[in-house]
């Protein structure tokens, strides 16, 4: 089985349809990376999967048990297994680098101030930006805000880290930085990773497994090579800068694309 399971997945937003019926399976320590041009949906089934969104049909299964079906109530317990890294980091710019990144700490764990102290402490330094804690979010740089947010996501120990479009608008050193620290993540708290992302050369580099999102279907998926050797004519096409179009991109691009 699966870690994490989306079965015939229907998302629709007033007359446009996001999913019709979504199939894909998360393998357990894997890292797996989500394609497909503007307005697709990608982003949409990580809310899905954290309750952020929900399904209008469908099942979605975290680690054995139905999550879909779950009240907001019941999603924090979810929520301390899964981090996310959202887009453009989606840091408090009120609160200093230190309340960042101990957020989810404070959300979903009670823990001594000490022991808060020394998670956040640990994580920023995994993410390469130690001594930051009193630095307030409009000081860093947009490389530097990405990395806060995944300390930010990694202080909680997740189970599964997501992360949605985490290179976007960085230049090539900050890009390559970010891509170095997925997947030394990955090795470093044995996580299992699911990457949306439009940049092919941070795909090649950072997945297990690629799977590509079309008209509201996984179209395809496979590895790395096969990949790079497919001629699905989609798959090729968005690697080649063609991504495919969607109708009504506008209506996703609210919800995430």
Excluded: C
Excluded at 17 to 41: C, K, N, P, Q
Excluded at 90 to 106: E, I, K, P
Excluded at 197 to 215: G, V
């Amino acid at each position: 089985m699966a870690l994490i399971e989306f079965r015939n997945v229907r998302k629709v937003f007033g007359p446009k349809v996001v999913y019709e019926d979504l199939h894909l399976d998360v393998h357990a320590g894997e890292s797996l990376t989500i394609i497909g041009g503007s307005g697709m949906g990608k982003s949409v089934m990580l809310k899905m999967l954290i309750g952020l969104l929900r399904a209008d049909g469908g099942t979605i299964t975290f680690d054995g048990k139905r999550i879909d079906d779950k009240g907001e109530r019941e999603f924090p317990a979810i929520r301390r297994r899964i981090g996310m890294l959202f887009q453009g980091a989606a840091l408090f710019d009120s609160m200093s680098v230190y309340d960042n990144v101990a957020y989810g700490l404070r959300e979903h764990e009670r823990l001594p101030e000490n022991e808060i102290e020394e998670r956040v402490a640990k994580a920023l330094e995994d993410v390469g930006l130690p001594g930051t804690q009193r630095s307030m979010p409009t000081s860093l740089s947009g490389g530097q805000r990405k990395r806060v947010g995944l300390a930010r996501a990694i202080a909680i120990r997740p189970q599964v880290l997501l992360y949605d479009e985490p290179t976007t608008g960085l230049d090539p050193i900050n890009t390559e930085r970010i891509n170095q620290l997925i997947v030394e993540t990955k090795k470093l708290l044995n996580v299992t990773s699911i990457v949306v992302t439009h940049d092919m050369e941070s795909a090649f580099e950072i997945s297990d497994r690629i799977a590509m999102i079309h008209k509201g279907y996984v179209v395809w998926s496979g590895t790395v090579d096969d990949a790079r050797s497919t001629d699905n004519p989609q798959v090729r096409d968005f690697i080649m800068g063609h991504a495919p179009e969607t109708d009504d991109a506008a209506t996703l691009l609210r919800y995430g694309g």
